[in-house]
C-alpha cells in the first residue's frame, strides 16, 4: 500500500482499481539499482476470497547515473583547463573573462539535478594589496567597481531541459554574485543526456582600487542529482 516491496502480503496491501492509477497504472518505488524484478498482482473477489496470481511482467532498473565536467574556453570544447584570467583590468571598464565556463551534466535521475558555484574570496582578492573586489548582482556599468558572474547558455542533447537559473540569465554588464554561499546556477527537472551550460565573469575597477597583480578568486561548482 505503500508503493514498496515488502516481505509479507496483508489486507491493507489491497487497494482499489483507482487507488493502483487506474489505466495509468502504478509505480513501484524503493528498488535496487541495475536489479531485475518479477510483479503479477491478484485480486479480491469478495469477503477473505481471492483470485490465483495473473501473469508475471519483468522489468530491470538501471544504475544511478551522474556524470561532471568543466572546461574553461573561449568557445565550446573539452579541455582540462580550469583557469582564466583576465589580464589588465582598466578603470572605469568592464572586462570579461576570454573564456567561458563549460559545464557538462549528464544524469538519469527521476527528478533531475543542479549544479551550483560557490567563492572562496567573495571577489577578486589581493593579498598584496589587502583588498577584495567584492562579488554583487548588478549592472557594474554603473557601479563603481564589482566582481560577478553572467550565465551565457543551456542546452542538452535530450531530456531535461537544462536551463540557467533566472538569476543567472542576464545580458549587457549585469552580474550576479558568487560569495560563500551555495548557489544554483543551473538546473534540470528531469532526466537529461549530454546537458552543456557556460558562464563568464565580469569585472570593474575604479581610480582608487589598490594596484596588485595578485587579484584572484576560487570558485567552486557543485553538481547533485534528485532521485
Known sequence: SD?????TLGLEDYQTYTAWGGTSGTLIIGLLPNTTYKVKVKA?????TETDYGPVATAATVGAKLSFDIDVAPTNVD????????GTLSPGTVTNTPDNIWV???????NGGRVYIKSTNSGLK???ATYTIASL??????LQEG????GVSATQTSGGPFTLMPSYTLSGDNVAISDATIREIFTAGA????????FLLKAKTSSVTPAASDYQDVLTVITSASF
Do not use: C, H, Y
Not at 548582482?137 to 554603473?142: C, D, E, P, R, W
Open 147 to 150: 566582481f560577478g558572474v553572467q
Open 137 to 142: 548582482s548588478g549592472n557594474l556599468a554603473s
Open 126 to 128: 589581493s593579498t598584496r
Open 44 to 48: 479480491m473477489q469478495g469477503s477473505k
Open 104 to 110: 557538462d551534466f549528464d544524469t538519469n535521475a527521476e
Open 191 to 198: 532526466p537529461v543526456t549530454a546537458g552543456r551550460g557556460a
Open 3 to 7: 508503493s514498496t516491496v515488502g516481505a
Open 79 to 86: 579541455n582540462t583547463i580550469s583557469t582564466t584570467n583576465f
